[in-house]
T-cell receptor
Framework: AQSVTQPDIHITVSEGASLELRCNYS??????LFWYVQSPGQGLQLLLK??????LVQGIKGFEAEFKRSQSSFNLRKPSVHWSDAAEYFC????????FGAGTRLTVKP | DSGVTQTPKHLITATGQRVTLRCSPR?????VYWYQQSLDQGLQFLIQ???????AKGNILERFSAQQFPDLHSELNLSSLELGDSALYFC?????????????FGPGTRLTVL
């Protein structure tokens, strides 16, 4: 069965610290992969996506993600977190329909 | 600003009632998707329309229906509302018909059923 797992429901990091949000998927073939961010009261905004090619993908706001086929993972990273990064982050995968993970809420400590 | 607009922003209604949510996609996008976001179910795909035709169906209840009009705006109709239908309803649009592509999300409509 197709599924997307974000193992961490809530993560707290200090401002300036590095960040890694995990995403694992189960899919029959290699799907297209996305990370979206949702700020409170807002819709979802695309951070980055992977369709093919270089497995390290750069996105907006200083985020990057790495696709690891052997681990069925697409983890999101940022070297130095800013207070404005506090939000909910969703991993999404799919080929013909998009499935979203349950989300990871990021809290940034000053 | 994603370019996707949704109205109304908030909607409060009573159980048993019917409401209509409206979505205008980004200019040039032919696909419209509807999602429901609730605390217990997360973000659930409801339905997709492409250029006026239903393309894919997800976890959409029979009490819910949608359509896409010739000008490409879409409406989601929710009837016989129950307390559990309270949620954020998002519309998204993309250029894709079949395979997934980047979806651009609207700001959502928050539905409260009392």
């Amino acid at each position: 069965a197709q599924s997307v797992t974000q193992p961490d429901i809530h993560i707290t990091v200090s401002e300036g610290a590095s960040l890694e949000l995990r995403c694992n998927y189960s899919y029959g073939a290699t799907p297209y992969l996305f990370w979206y961010v949702q700020s409170p009261g807002q819709g979802l905004q695309l951070l980055l996506k992977y369709f093919s090619g270089d497995t390290l993908v750069q996105g907006i706001k200083g985020f990057e993600a790495e696709f690891k086929r052997s681990q069925s993972s697409f983890n999101l990273r940022k070297p130095s977190v800013h207070w404005s990064d506090a939000a909910e982050y969703f991993c999404a995968v799919g080929l013909r329909d998009m499935r979203f993970g349950a989300g990871t809420r990021l809290t940034v400590k000053p | 600003d994603s370019g996707v607009t949704q109205t109304p922003k908030h909607l409060i209604t009573a159980t048993g009632q019917r409401v209509t949510l409206r979505c205008s996609p980004r200019s040039g996008d032919l696909s419209v998707y509807w999602y429901q976001q609730s605390l217990d179910q997360g973000l659930q795909f409801l339905i997709q329309y492409y250029n006026g035709e239903e393309r894919a169906k997800g976890n959409i209840l029979e009490r819910f229906s949608a359509q896409q009009f010739p000008d490409l705006h879409s409406e989601l109709n929710l009837s016989s509302l129950e307390l559990g239908d309270s949620a954020l309803y998002f519309c998204a649009s993309s250029q894709a018909a079949g395979e997934v592509d980047t979806q651009y999300f609207g700001p959502g409509t928050r539905l409260t059923v009392l």
